[in-house]
């Protein structure tokens, strides 16, 4: 049976976080809030326990879990730490969005590397999580919470419906703060490698590395190995026209056949019952914890096809539109 405490990151009892890492400790899963989206955790170290993710997820066997750690001091013990010239900067960024790609040395088990030599590993902002994990007294393994291939979970309201019975804890925390998944880096001395865009950008990045480059495959062939999986899909049919301009062609030709979700100045010139607003475009904060919660209210909504605006832009705009082109079907110019 699922245990529900409610609690938020800040709010929280001892009674309760106590109760959660008897679980962590005794092999089995608790999904818990984060600062981006939900987490599906358990025992880092464990085999037996990451396994678990892996089936309630139905995630594949070869694409990794993030390990989340309370401090920087955890990590040096479960990664080499001088891949990084100066990994210590990192705390400027810890806790907080970022994960780092680091080799691994020994103690996380293979099933959360997914039998790489490589572990992910994160400090999440979230006084909650770093409260069950330093009650645990191991790192945390924990993917997104939701099921392989759709949405991740950046609302409670969602959690029972996929995961009661499942997890031995669930905690209610409501909304999650910024609504997408941490950025991946893969360090290397002086320079990394973005291999997943997040809530921390370039700019954020550079200030640690002299040089911050982006993953081929974010373009190319997949280096991170969840980037090759379709990911963050609703169940239902869900396109992206190749502009604004094209989104509103398609909403003149054929009006409340499809669910639209767009920015707020869009959803202005279109108007219409058949409007799922991401906040305006002037706020792409907004817009990243709205993406998410746009994807399922589209499952919920009567419409059975869907059509969702492309965002341009650098920095978290690009990091927003990386999540949308894996969630939606591309349409060519006249295709509808
Ligand atoms: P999730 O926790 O579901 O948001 O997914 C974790 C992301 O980190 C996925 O894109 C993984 O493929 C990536 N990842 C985890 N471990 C590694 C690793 N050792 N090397 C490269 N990418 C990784
Ligand atoms: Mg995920």
Same mark, same amino acid.
């Given at each position: 049976m699922t245990k529900y405490l409610i609690s938020n990151c800040n709010h929280f009892t001892a009674e309760d976080v106590y109760f959660a890492s008897r679980a962590i400790v005794n092999e089995g899963i608790v999904i818990f809030p984060t600062e981006t989206v939900y987490g599906i955790g358990a025992n880092a170290l464990s085999n037996r326990a990451c396994e678990k993710i892996f089936k309630i997820k139905g995630r594949?066997? +070869?694409?990794?879990? !993030?390990?989340?750690?309370s401090s920087t001091g955890e990590i040096e013990k479960i990664a080499d730490v001088r891949m990084i010239a100066h990994f210590q900067a990192l705390s400027r960024l810890w806790p907080g969005p970022l994960t780092?790609?680091?080799?691994s040395i020994g103690a996380v088990s293979s099933s959360a590397r997914a039998g790489q030599d490589t572990v992910a590993i994160r400090i999440p902002d979230c006084n909650l999580a770093l409260e069950l994990i330093r009650k645990?007294?191991?790192?945390i393994a924990a993917p997104s919470a939701n099921i392989s291939t759709?949405?991740?979970?950046?609302?409670?309201v969602y959690l029972k419906s996929n995961f009661d019975g499942k997890a031995d804890v669930i905690f209610d925390a409501g909304k999650t703060r910024y609504g997408i998944e941490s950025t991946v880096?893969?360090?290397?001395?002086d320079s990394c490698i973005i291999l997943r865009p997040g809530i921390y950008t370039e700019d +954020?990045?550079?200030? !640690?590395?002299?040089?911050?480059?982006?993953?081929?495959?974010?373009?190319?062939?997949?280096?991170?190995?969840?980037?090759?999986?379709?990911h963050y899909s609703p169940s239902k049919k869900l396109y992206m026209?190749?502009?604004?301009?094209?989104?509103i062609k398609i909403q003149e030709k054929f009006p409340d056949k499809y669910a639209i979700i767009c920015v707020s100045e869009t959803g202005q010139k279109i108007g219409g019952k058949n409007l799922i607003l991401m906040g305006s475009m002037k706020d792409p904060y907004e817009i990243a914890s709205k993406l998410y919660d746009s994807l399922m209210k589209f499952d919920l909504s009567p419409y059975e096809e869907g059509l969702i605006e492309p965002i341009s832009g650098n920095g978290i705009y690009l990091s927003?539109?990386?999540?949308?082109?894996?969630?939606?079907?591309?349409?060519?110019?006249g295709e509808l």
């Open positions: 594949p066997a +070869d694409n990794p879990l !993030i390990v989340h750690t780092v790609i680091l080799p645990s007294k191991v790192p759709r949405p991740s979970i950046t609302d409670s880096i893969m360090p290397k001395g +954020d990045l550079s200030e !640690i590395f002299t040089k911050v480059t982006f993953s081929e495959d974010l373009t190319d062939s997949p280096r991170s190995p969840g980037t090759k999986y379709r026209p190749g502009s604004t301009e094209e989104l927003i539109m990386n999540r949308i082109k894996k969630a939606a079907i591309p349409l060519k110019e």
